[in-house]
């Protein structure tokens, strides 16, 4: 395993391995752009460095304050103790616990402290961590080192158990591919080479594709609309929810999201500063807003239940953060309280994290609505793609 210490990497090699492709296969669909340039061996975005915090390209919320990863740890034993047969004296099947994209590993180090505290069963649990980065998992495992941790690079191998766990803007890391509307046809929407990098159109959407893309039926859109679709996204999803309906658990599912797939979403971004998505390709970070109703829809057809989006504001408001922060605060010397009344204000404000960012909760099928959402947040059947991307 090659493991580079810094991102020293010349951003023209990502450029010219991608220009070199292009001349030899012909234009790419934009998912394989971007995978290429966030998941190339060794060159790729995360794979030769760490993008988080105030010095990289993002803060995610875990980076933002141990605040979030203690409520979801809460949260997460509370769907245990929920999910637990009636003591019978049987054996209970041993969970296990999983992470999709776990960064830096500080949300599971943070909700291993809360289980460490509250529920020792959780905290026992083998962590199961879907990471595809190596530099990652050497950071992982440093902030991990009291867990006995399983790295993936894909869900083909999870435990046969009940899972417990979370993904925090891993699915909007996903590479996303682009259809565009012209002249009332959907064409696939491609990079090219001419010889800068930059957009391209191919061909029209076939009657299977606007299926696969939701866009069958769908009333026509004015010139210039984008259509996204995440189809690894959709295959994980697909995976964790035939997990779930199998075995049980729940799975946390935070991002910035919508409810639709019409619009380009995709953004670029370096040093906390958007930049053009054909920059430095390899250096800078690129990600897109999730298809929350694509990925209800996988859940249901896998026989799960995805209960949300909610607002990530709503959520931690109704799951008790404020009066989290307020208890931590009163302990807190005043430099300490102001941080932390600070980082409650990003987490929750509309005007920061609080609207963009949404929350969904991956569940087996059946009645109830946990803590944090409502009634009507519990989707039971697929939207018809007639429906879809309207609104
Ligand atoms: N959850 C973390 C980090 C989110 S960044 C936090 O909240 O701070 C996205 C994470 O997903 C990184 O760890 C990245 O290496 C990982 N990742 C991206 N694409 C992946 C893929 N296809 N398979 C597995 N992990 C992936």
């Known amino acids: ?104 590993g500080t949300l599971m180090a943070d909700m291993q402290h809360v289980w460490g505290q509250l529920m020792p069963e959780l905290a026992a649990c ?16 440093q902030t991990l080192t009291e867990s006995v941790i399983h790295w993936h690079d894909d869900l083909s191998a999870l435990p046969a158990a009940p899972l417990y766990g979370i993904a925090n803007e891993f699915f909007d890391a996903l590479p996303v591919a682009h259809a565009i509307c012209r002249e009332g046809i959907w064409r696939h929407r491609l990079v090219i080479a001419d010889p800068d990098l930059g957009f391209g159109e191919g061909t029209p959407l076939t009657a299977t594709e606007l299926d696969r893309w939701h866009l069958s039926n769908k009333a026509a859109s004015p010139d210039g609309t984008v259509a996204e679709l995440c189809i690894l996204g959709e295959d994980i999803m697909h995976i964790l929810a035939a997990h779930i309906a199998t075995y049980g658990g729940a799975i946390l599912i935070i991002d910035y999201g919508k409810s639709d797939n019409i619009g380009d979403t995709v953004q670029a971004v370096s040093a906390h500063k958007p930049v053009d998505l054909f920059y430095q390709p390899g250096q800078v970070d690129i990600s897109h807003w999730v298809d929350f109703n694509a990925l209800a829809d996988c859940a249901l057809a896998a026989g799960a239940r995805l209960i ?63 803590p944090g959402f409502m009634n009507n947040d519990i989707k039971t059947e697929a939207v018809s793609p007639a429906e879809r991307g309207d609104g």
């Open 308 to 370: 949300g989006p909610v607002e990530q504001g709503t959520f931690l408001a109704k799951i008790g953060l404020k009066a989290r922060a307020e208890q931590a605060a009163t302990h807190a010397a005043p430099d300490m309280r102001r941080a932390l009344l600070a980082a409650y204000d990003r987490l929750v404000s509309p005007a920061q994290m609080g609207s963009a960012f949404k929350v969904a909760l991956l569940v087996p099928q059946g009645e109830g609505t946990p």
């Open 1 to 104: 395993m090659t493991v580079a210490t810094d991102n020293d990497i010349n951003a023209d090699d990502v450029t010219s391995m991608i220009a070199a492709q292009i001349a030899a296969d012909g234009p790419l669909s934009l998912a394989t752009y971007i995978e290429r340039a966030l998941a190339t061996p060794d060159v790729g975005y995360y794979q030769s460095g760490d993008p988080f915090g105030r010095e990289g390209d993002f803060i995610t919320a875990p980076e933002i304050s141990g605040l979030f990863g203690e409520m979801c740890g809460l949260f997460l034993a509370h769907m245990f103790e929920l999910g637990q047969p009636l003591d019978t004296g049987a054996e209970k099947p041993q969970p296990a616990i999983i992470e999709c994209g776990p960064g830096r």
């Open 126 to 141: 083998h962590i199961h961590l879907i990471e595809t980065s190596p530099y990652l998992r050497t950071i992982q495992q």
